[in-house]
């Protein structure tokens, strides 16, 4: 993937760009009151995108058009739509405005697409209706729409914790390939966490570790310790993907991590070793029949 700016005017509209990210680590700390689960998890922006066209609008208030290889819901279900009316209506603003989504990056995929292309709407629509608020006054707005769509203001690299909206931002560059493997499956969110069985000295042993890397700024520790606390809940209702993880394990390329709640199972490369993930790329569609793609660290 090449890397890419999040902004571009195109004609009188203007393009946005969604990226997806990665958990580098997940790690559940408990159910709250609320029902959500307390998080902590280290989140990174990678260089594939969902893209946002939004242009004057043809129709009266919002219209969404939904293309491109992957499937996304059509109309007011679709986030993207409620981001933008939830924008608007909080500042009082009433335009008609029409926006094609291309939908690149698979739903269910723990990618967090949905998020992504929420809070690039919020951007976007700011930017291309100079509202000019800060992204902090937009970060207000995000919880509304998601946990993880506060992240997706800002990043690339952050540490979110509460449902995952409290968002701290990493300042250590880690810069790093990553293979994502897309099995033809998807999660739900809702459902691996309804599934989750907390381990509470578990949370204490990996947040101790992982805190004491962060401190030492060793990212590239982080992640080689593949924590996902979804991981269990995740491949107990995902048929297949446990044996799809140790299979590709099986191959020798080290060790996997899944991304969020699943389905994607990624591995880390260093920057610069190209040969060596087009090689895993090869490998894993030859002796699995599974697809993927390379990716590396989002800049913005
Ligand atoms: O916030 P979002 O809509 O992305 O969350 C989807 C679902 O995932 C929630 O309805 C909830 O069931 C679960 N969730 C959770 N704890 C979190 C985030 C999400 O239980 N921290």
């Known amino acids: 993937m090449v890397d890419k700016e999040q902004f ?20 559940v700390a408990g159910q709250r009151p609320d029902g959500y689960h307390e998080l902590e ?3 990174a922006k990678v260089n594939w995108y969902d893209e946002i066209l939004i242009e004057p609008g043809l129709k009266a208030g919002i219209e969404l058009i ?30 008609d405005i029409k926006i094609t989504l291309t ?16 809070a690039a709407t919020l951007m976007g629509l700011n930017r291309y209706l100079d509202i000019q608020l800060p992204n902090r006054q937009l970060a207000k707005l995000a919880p509304q729409l998601g946990s993880d769509v506060a992240f997706f203001l800002n990043g690339p690299l952050a540490q979110c914790s509460g449902k995952g909206e409290k968002t701290k931002k990493l300042n250590k ?4 390939l990553a293979l994502l493997i897309l099995p033809d499956v998807s999660a739900s969110t809702p459902k691996v966490y309804a599934n989750y069985k ?5 949370y204490e042993k ?13 990212i590239d520790l982080v992640v080689k310790m593949c924590a996902n606390m979804l991981q269990t809940s995740s491949f107990g209702l995902v048929e297949g993907l446990a044996e799809l993880k140790a299979k590709i394990e099986s191959l020798g390329i080290g060790p996997c991590c899944l991304s969020g709640s699943g389905s994607t199972i990624f591995f880390i490369i260093e920057r610069g070793d190209e040969e060596r993930a087009r090689q895993y790329k090869h490998k894993v569609k030859e002796k699995i029949g599974c697809k993927s793609i390379i990716v590396s660290n989002n800049r913005w």
């Not at 907390?198 to 578990?202: I, K, Y």
Request: proline share 5%.
């Open 206 to 218: 990996l947040s101790n570790q992982i805190n004491l890397y962060i401190q030492k700024n060793r």
């Open 173 to 176: 560059k880690f810069n790093f």
């Open 8 to 27: 571009e005017t195109v004609g009188d509209g203007l393009l946005v760009r969604a990226p997806a990210k990665i958990n580098l680590s997940l790690l």
């Open 103 to 118: 939908k690149n990056i698979p739903a269910g995929s723990g990618l967090g697409s949905a998020s992504s292309d929420a």
């Open 66 to 95: 939904c293309q491109g290889p992957q499937w996304a819901p059509a109309g007011e279900e679709n986030i993207i739509y409620r981001a933008a009316k939830l924008l608007l209506n909080s500042f009082g603003r009433s335009v």
């Open 41 to 43: 998890t280290i989140m």
């Open 198 to 202: 907390h381990n509470q000295p578990l």
